[in-house]
Structures are given as C-alpha cells and as structure tokens.
C-alpha cells in the first residue's frame, strides 16, 4: 500500500461499477427511506449517516464517466468532483457509521442494495489512502502474522492444550483427509476458548472426522472489512492453500459474521475461481447434524432466552432458521426479539467499525437500537453466534447496566450433549 | 402559432413527435449504458436462485415491511397515494385510452369521469404534501439537489394542467388543453435526463436486489 493516490483511488472506484451500481444510481429518488433502516441515522437522528448518501463520491464517478448526460454536463464544466478533501470527509461516514449490515438494502423502495455499493466505494477508500487507521493496522497484522490481532500459532497452542486436559479429547491439528478443516477467529481464541471446546465435544460425539491446520486458522479478513481486493484475497488464498493441503471436502466458517462473507462468498471471486470444497458456518453444519440425528440432547435451559441474529449470517447469507432450529432443541423458554431474521437490526460493531478505534463512541450509541429491542422481550440471556457481535452485546449491556449474559450457541449445544 | 388552435395542433403534432423522440432515445441510451456494464461472473457456490427472487421483490418492494411502515408511515402512504392517483389518472381516464388507442392499438375500459376528478385531486394534495415533506424533512433536505425540485415541477405540472384543462378553469379551452400536452412532453423530454428513470430503472434495480439476496437464500 506503498503508493496511495487520489487517481488510485478514482481507479478502483471505475473498476467497481458494474450493471446493478448503474441501476441503483439510476433509480434513486432522494426518498430518505434508507435512513429508517440505518441504526447510525436512526440513534443519532443526524442526516449525514442517511445510507445512500455516504456513495456520493462512488456515484459521482458513475454520473460523471458512466452517463452521457454526465458527460456532456462535465464538457461545460458541471459536474463536481471527487477530490481528496472530499474522500476525507467521506471517510467516517463509510467506516465509522456503517457496518454494512445491509439492512438498508432490505428497505430501498426502488431496490437498491446500499450495503454491496459500500463495499464497493471502501475499494476506492482504501486505495486513495482514506482508511482508518485501526483497519490499515488490522489488515497490516492480518497479512504479515495471519491474524488481525497479531495473534501466532502458539497461542492457539495453549488453547488446544487447555481443551485437552479439560475434556480429555484429541484436538486434531493437520490431519490429511478429514472431512471438516476447522477456522477460528483471533477473537474467539483469545476472548471464547469455550466455542474450540465445544466444537471438540459436538465433532467428537456426533462422530465427524476433523482438523485444525497450522498453515491457516483463521478465518477473518480484514481486506473485506476495510475493502481491498488484494488483502482480502491474500487471506482467502491462505484458507485454499489449508484446505487443499490437507485435501478436507468442507470448509467450517466459526462464530463470526465477516468471516463467512469472506470465505463463502466473496472468496472465490476472489480467487477467480470455484473451490474444490464446500463452505459452511458452523450453524448450518450444527443443524445439519441436528436434523440427521447425530446430535443427541439432555435438558433444556429454562430461563428466558432471546437471540441475536448476526448480519452476516442471517440478513446477508440466508442463514436464518437453522439456529431456531437449535434453540428449539435446547430452549424451554426462547424469545425472538420483535425485528429478526432477514429485518434484524445490527448490533453496530461490525463490517470493521469494532476495529476502528475513531468509532468507539458512535458505535456505543448506535447499539441503542439492539439495547431497545432486547429491553421489548426482557430475555434473561442473550444467544448470539458472531464474536464480534457477542463482544459489542457483552460491552454494551453492561455500558447500560443490564444484567444479560450473552452465550455462543455453539457452546449452549455443547452444554446439552448426551454424555457417551 | 398565433391561434389557441394552432397552440394546439403544435403540442398535439410537432412537439409531441419530438417529445417522444426525445424520450425514447434517451430512456434506450440510459437503459443500454446500465445493461453495457454487465455484471462479473460469480464463483461462489448459490444457495438459491436468482430470476424468482428478482423477479420477486420487482413487485415485493413496492409494499414497506411493517418497522418501516411504522417508522415512516407518513413517507410510505402519501408516496404510495400520489404514485398510484398519477397511474390510475394516466391509465384509466377516457381521453388518455383514446390517445393510447390511437397510438398503439391498445384500449381497455376507463373509469368514470367524477372518479378520475376525485383521484386528480388526491392526486394533487399528495404532491404537494410529498414538497412540503421534502421541504422540511431533515433527511430529505440533506440529499435534495436542485433536480429534486425540478422533477417535482414536472410531475406536477401535467397533473394541474389536466385539472385545469377538464374544469376549462382556463379558456380559450384548446389553450388549456394545449397546455396539459406541453406539460407531458416537458415531462417526456426531462425524464431520460433525471431521478424520473426510476420509472423504468426501478424495476431493473429491484431486480438485480432480488438477485443479489436470492442467490445467498434470502428473499429481499
């Protein structure tokens, strides 16, 4: 990223405009709908975080190079340009108050998909020198040392060996031929050690073969999060190298959001190419054995419980009953919050906001909106099934006082096994 | 063009031509510099399909889930209210089946007269309610452009002028018709040119949405 430039910049933003960014452009009203969906507008009732308008500097390019009219009005000098004072005053309104939840693109009355056009501008953002700092450090980490964290193998290391001794299981690490190549995030492996436990104890009970790799265990990507092709696809070459090495059918996603975007749907556009194996998040691979029957379960938790559905996962992937399916197997007593599945609202850390310090504060009052909708149904506990929505949950419940511990679901299952 | 008459043979004869030339041209450059574009291959593994879901929310989107509903009724109704008095007006009062008849061949009963008065004039009052909420609005007024207002202009223009026209509120009455013809072509020939694409775009950008979510099982 040594030669960053306005005119890189205005590049990536001419390589990113396809078909549906013309016809969102195209279509566009100036209705303010959006809005209505964008937790950063709605808690802070600030208009500059109105979701269509944090693309100006990406639909100025298209009016300007991609329409006649456009460029018959920049002929007799009308039309306005993208400069770099302008990409800097854009750049907190793309980071710092989005986190490409895409819940705006659910709303549009003309249809356009907001959050795939954000995606599109950070390329530009990044490639201009407007990141955040804290995302350009994350993906320098992420690159160099293979976490965003700084985080090395022997960490994880240490991990193994405390799920090892605590449930007298193997933890299998580079086993050639299993079905299953397990990532992990960074945060998990420093903040859940609980989910590589519990993992080990489903696999382990419902019979799966699997394995860590220590060529790539992590999963996250922090070029996705800030919006740089070669960063994201750096990392995305990693995890195929991994998997290719030790020759698995599947690939698990863990209990993280951006991740699964990553390695299942971006990756392999990524890479240019299909993957010789299939992608899963963990929930889906958990139902999956759920619905089998090769998850057998003791007892239900009692107390109220409501979940989060991460944006990534539900809203963006289409993962939706699968984890009610799983909550009805372990939950006497679960509650959706009012507004979930596809319409969830964001807990307002993700798309990269959590690694960008710059944000803390807002992304503290955009979680307004989650503290509201889990004060409508008063659960007892929180389910979630993202590490950084569990970590913004964990942080904001307690910045408000409310006394609402937040599990993974992957462990609330693993709770539940039937003992061999 | 010294004559109400001959006003009105120029709004009905020459302009009309080249309001419609106009518009067709431009709408066919805009549609080809969106398709032009194309989209990149996608190598990620589909969990659903693509045409249903576009083809879906094409129509789905015209209806606000129920949160939006609630947060912003008053944007979701009076925005609903004047875009389908403007189609109920254009497509079902007689004298416009007879000009699509005699343009296309196409004809299909109309609604009476007093109906399409009554629906004019709702019509007229969500448009303006619609400019006084674009007005006000903080988030509105944060993204309105001089366009903006100039699209407004021209929507409603055709709409008052019809009003006027069939309550002959301006005379000589081929004056008043003359001048309802004019506002449409002026609508006709700006419409390539602004946010008015949306009429057709939105159906292509609620498409590709559709397909986008539809492809990642999520029907948007």
């Known amino acids: 990223m040594s030669e960053l430039s306005l005119e890189r910049g205005l590049d990536a933003l001419r390589a990113e405009i396809d078909a549906p960014v013309a016809a969102f452009f195209s279509s566009c009203v100036h209705c303010g709908l959006c809005a209505q969906a964008c937790l950063f507008y709605l808690e802070t009732g600030d208009p500059q975080y109105t979701p269509i308008k944090k693309l100006e500097p990406l639909r100025r390019v298209w009016e300007a190079e991609f329409t006649l009219f456009g460029r018959l009005k920049g002929l007799i000098g009308l039309n306005k340009k993208v400069t770099d004072e302008m990409l800097a005053e854009w750049e907190p309104l793309l980071y710092d108050s989005c986190t490409m939840c895409g819940r705006c693109s659910m709303i549009c009355p003309v249809g356009n998909d907001i959050q795939y056009m954000i995606r599109k501008t950070r390329e530009g953002m990044v490639a201009s020198g407007h990141a955040p700092e804290g995302l350009i450090t994350a993906a320098a980490r992420a690159v160099r040392t293979g976490s965003p964290m700084g985080l090395k193998w022997k960490t994880l290391q240490v991990q193994i060996e405390h799920v090892e001794a605590s449930s007298g299981l193997k933890v299998p690490v580079d086993v050639a031929g299993a079905d299953y190549l397990v990532l992990l995030s960074s945060m998990e492996i420093i903040n859940f050690p609980e989910y590589l436990e519990a993992i080990t104890k489903i696999f382990d009970h419902a019979g799966l073969t699997w394995t860590l790799s220590t060529d790539c265990y992590e999963a996250t990507n922090a070029g996705i999060q800030i919006g740089n092709k070669d960063i994201a696809a750096t990392l995305v070459q990693r995890i195929v190298d991994a998997a290719i090495k030790l020759k698995v059918k599947n690939v698990i996603s863990p209990e993280c959001g951006h991740a699964y975007t990553a390695v299942r749907w971006e990756g392999p556009n990524l890479i240019g190419k299909s993957y010789p194996f299939r992608v899963f998040h963990i929930i889906e691979v958990l139902d999956e054995l759920r619905a089998s029957g090769r998850i057998k379960t003791e007892g239900k938790e009692m107390d109220r419980l409501s979940m989060h559905d991460p944006c990534n996962l539900a809203r963006k992937s289409g993962v939706i009953q699968q984890q009610r399916n799983l909550m009805d197997l372990v939950a006497d007593n679960f509650v959706d919050l009012k507004e979930h599945g596809r319409y969830q609202w964001c807990c307002g850390a993700g798309g990269g906001v959590s690694s960008n310090e710059r944000a803390a504060e807002l992304k503290m009052t955009a979680f307004k909106r989650k503290k509201a909708q889990i004060e409508e149904v008063a659960p007892e506990r929180m389910v979630t099934m993202c590490a950084t929505c569990r970590t913004q949950l964990e942080e904001g419940l307690e910045e408000f006082n409310m006394d609402i511990p937040v599990v993974g679901l992957t462990e609330l299952i693993a709770e539940h096994l039937v003992e061999k | ?220």
Not at chain 2, 46 to 54: L, N, T, Y
Not at chain 2, 81 to 86: A, C, P
């Open chain 2, 1 to 220: 063009m010294s004559t109400p008459m001959e006003f009105l043979l120029w709004t009905k004869g020459p302009m009309f031509d080249w309001a419609i030339a106009i518009f067709a041209l431009g709408m066919l450059a805009r549609l080809v510099e969106i398709f032009w574009l194309g989209r990149k291959p996608d190598y990620a593994e589909a969990r659903g399909s693509e045409w249903g879901p576009g083809f879906r929310t094409m129509i789905s989107r015209s209806l606000a889930d129920p949160g939006t509903f609630k947060r912003a009724g008053f944007d979701v109704l009076v925005g609903w209210i004047w875009h389908l008095g403007f189609l109920i007006v254009l497509f079902l009062f007689i004298p416009h089946i007879e000009l699509i008849k005699s343009l296309l061949g196409l004809s299909w009963p109309g609604l009476p007269n007093p109906v399409i008065d009554a629906v004019t004039a709702v019509t007229l009052v969500g448009l303006v309610a619609a400019l006084i909420h674009r007005l006000r609005d903080p988030v509105k007024q944060h993204l309105s452009t001089f366009e903006d207002y100039l699209v407004w202009v021209v929507t409603f223009l055709p709409v008052i002028t019809g009003y006027i026209a069939y309550h002959r509120l301006v005379n000589p009455y081929p004056v008043a018709l003359g001048l309802h013809i004019l506002a449409v072509e002026i609508l006709l020939i700006v419409l390539p040119f602004t946010k008015l694409t949306h009429m057709f775009t939105a159906f292509i950008a609620r498409w590709y949405n559709g397909a986008i979510f539809g492809r990642k099982g999520v029907q948007s």
